[in-house]
């Protein structure tokens, strides 16, 4: 007889990968959790344990609702919820091999979270992806999941590769004896058709996999450029690198802005709880979030990390109508460099930058040309006021909330703040409007691809601008020279700093992006920052 081991079926299979300093199996499991510990059959020659944990038995709750309108009894089985583990040291690494809820005993901490990625990035037939999950960052964090009808590549699902980041992905491997289907996030799911008894053979070829770095060939090497710090030791290190910094006052790339969008014209302030301000009070509201006051106001022995976790920062309207946008945590916007690597903290989550990334980023937006403008100061924090008393200058014509619609676009938008005698499309936002920025420079680059490419787009702002500047500036009928026109990005900030040192590293990468974009559309592009008193 052929042993049951021997015979080949298709199995799912769930894998995580314990950290290289868990040494023991009793180190994967959770202290409190309730399970036994059962050797494996010396015949096997495997270096492991099964884990395993008495069943429970639950009536689904939804049964009462059925009981309660029904004329006569109904049998309704309980659910079972079964919980396995398979631990298995292959090469020194411990493999957990997770079964029914087994998951929920390991040590979130000690799991290796890049493996399932990475190994399938490594195994993966980059002709036949069947979904990617990716973070874009923009003004927010936005996740995604991009599926498609059939098997194909990468290109199909639309990925920017310098600003978003993979969370996970599924399709098919190249070869098929080491799995039919594969996905990968921090564990590994493999469907195969094997033999039980080949199974440490093919967890041997896992582990090859995640320590290969064939990925970056296979067209995923931009994976490395932003990723998620999903370790948790790693974040407590970076919290308190955090708080050391803060303490020290040390505040020249951490500071605070709301992280959602807001009306900002239609914004009196805001205002952080924990400063014994009166909430209530439209005059506690300031319209710059200055971290220094802020944190002046921490007691000397207090709990730093719980204290901005705990704090709110709330917003209040032209109506005095009060908001709250989340913790001061969440927040914080802060760039950091940690054991020679940078990190960004963004909407309460942490990212570790790639350094060659890193630098090239930096690199090219100190390479933006500067603007010529000598814009003057700015006294008044709010936009729409410098934008105004800007235009009253000879050469400037104002053009800041005045919306023009777009040839079979979905909505109106924007073309400028401000457009001059020398043809330059002028855009200004507050430093401190970090969660706009984004927006910001996407909105130059849009607008200019219209003012090019859209007829009516030209004739509604040659309507708005011919006043100020006469009827000859541009004729709105003839498709411009793009090299005639320039894309000035105008940013007020209280800091005397290049525009790569002063704004968030999310920011510089969307400012590149729109940069690379002008220049692919031969139009000029220039950075000016506008100093704010």
């Not at 884990?51 to 029904?70: A, G, L, Q, R």
């Not at 999950?133 to 927010?140: F, H, R």
């Not at 199974?199 to 932003?226: Q, R």
């Not at 006021?385 to 000879?394: A, C, G, I, P, Q």
Request: include cysteine.
């Amino acid at each position: 007889d052929v042993c049951s081991s021997d015979l080949e079926k298709t199995y799912t299979l769930t894998v995580f990968l314990m950290k290289d300093y868990v040494k023991y199996f009793e180190n994967c499991i959770k202290k409190e959790a309730q399970v036994e510990f059962i050797e494996l059959k010396k015949d096997l020659d495997l270096d492991g344990k099964v884990v395993v944990s008495d069943c429970s038995v639950n009536k689904p709750k939804w049964t009462e609702i059925i009981e309660y309108f029904s004329d006569k009894d109904i049998e309704i089985d309980c659910n079972v919820s079964n919980k396995a583990l398979l631990l298995l040291r292959i090469n020194g690494r411990i493999f957990a091999l997770t079964f029914g809820y087994g998951c929920s005993f390991l040590i979130d901490e000690n799991i290796e979270k890049d493996f399932g990625l990475k190994t399938a990035l490594n195994l993966i037939d980059t002709n036949k992806i069947k979904s990617i999950n990716s973070a874009t960052i923009e003004d927010l964090v936005v996740y995604t999941q991009k599926q498609s009808g059939f098997a194909t590549e990468q290109s199909s699902f639309d990925i920017n590769t310098i600003n978003d980041i993979m969370t996970s992905v599924t399709g098919t491997t190249k070869n098929d004896s080491l799995a039919i289907r594969i996905s990968g996030k921090d564990s590994l799911l493999v469907t195969i058709k094997m033999s039980i008894s080949e199974l440490k053979e093919k967890l041997c070829c896992y582990l090859d996999a995640y320590k290969s770095n064939y990925y970056k060939k296979n067209g995923f090497d931009w994976i490395d450029n932003i990723r998620e710090v999903r370790d948790k030791n790693l974040k407590e290190n970076l919290e308190n690198e955090l708080i050391r910094l803060i303490k020290k006052k040390e505040l020249n790339n951490i500071y605070i802005s709301p992280s959602e969008n807001i009306d900002w014209m239609d914004s009196i302030g805001f205002v952080l709880t924990g400063m014994n301000k009166k909430k209530d009070d439209s005059v506690s509201y300031e319209y710059e979030i200055d971290i220094e006051k802020y944190i002046s106001c921490f007691k000397e022995n207090c709990d730093y990390l719980s204290k901005l976790k705990r704090d709110k920062l709330k917003r209040i309207d032209l109506n005095e109508n009060e908001q709250e946008l989340g913790s001061v945590y969440n927040s914080i916007i802060a760039n950091i460099r940690f054991e020679n690597n940078a990190f960004v903290l963004n909407d309460g989550i942490w990212y570790k930058i790639d350094s060659s990334f890193y630098d090239s980023v930096i690199g090219f937006v100190s390479k933006i040309p500067k603007s010529s403008l000598n814009l003057p100061v700015c006294k008044d924090t709010k936009e729409g006021v410098y934008n105004s008393n800007l235009s009253k200058e000879k050469g400037f014509a104002l053009v800041d909330k005045k919306l023009t619609s777009v040839e079979g676009g979905h909505k109106s938008i924007e073309p400028c703040d401000l457009f001059t005698k020398n043809k330059q499309f002028i855009h200004v936002k507050n430093r401190h409007a970090s969660a706009q920025l984004s927006h910001l420079f996407a909105q130059g680059r849009v607008s200019a691809q219209c003012f090019i490419e859209d007829e009516k787009f030209r004739h509604q702002l040659y309507e708005i601008v011919k006043k100020k500047l006469g009827n000859d500036i541009f004729d709105y009928k003839i498709k411009p020279n793009p090299q005639e026109y320039e894309v000035v990005y105008a940013i007020i900030s209280k800091y005397n700093k290049p525009v790569e040192e002063d704004l968030p590293f999310f920011s510089l990468v969307n400012l590149m992006l729109a940069v690379k974009e002008l220049n692919r559309m031969n139009i000029k592009s220039s950075v000016v920052m506008i100093k704010k008193e």
